[in-house]
């Protein structure tokens, strides 16, 4: 089960980090990610972690260069540092997980099967 934490309102410019944490097991061979939906758009990919390569994220054009995605397997927890938030990013923020994903399917939100309840995150400009 996978519980994600840390939205909030803020203003444009200013930073937040997202915290998604597992219980009820470890996902030290899963890959991470985190999707978002706005309000009336469907779900989107944000950014991903694979376990093979932790140090090699994927993320979607959006976000590049202002988000950065992490785990701390000991924790079983996978963040999401977003800086120089604009309006454009406020939506729910969810974060998924699974062992099975591979690399042509991991920007789809159909490849996972583990799912948290998702954040609200809310840019003001």
């Known amino acids: 089960q996978l519980q994600a934490f840390g939205g909030g309102l803020v203003q444009a410019g200013d930073s937040l980090r997202l915290s998604c944490t597992a219980s009820?097991?470890?996902?030290?061979?899963?890959?991470l990610a985190w999707f978002r939906r706005a309000p009336g758009k469907e779900r989107e990919f944000v950014a991903a972690i694979r376990w093979t390569n932790p140090s090699r994220p994927y993320y979607a054009d959006s976000v590049k260069g202002r988000f950065t995605i992490s785990r701390d397997n000991a924790k079983n927890t996978v963040y999401l540092q977003m800086n120089s938030l604009k309006p454009e990013d406020t939506a729910v923020y969810y974060c998924?997980?699974?062992?099975?994903?591979?690399?042509?399917?991991?920007?789809?939100?159909?490849?996972?099967?583990?799912w948290g309840q998702g954040t609200l995150v809310t840019v003001s400009s």
């Open positions: 009820g097991g470890t996902f030290n061979r899963y890959t």
């Open positions: 998924a997980a699974d062992t099975a994903v591979i690399l042509s399917t991991m920007r789809e939100d159909s490849a996972y099967s583990n």
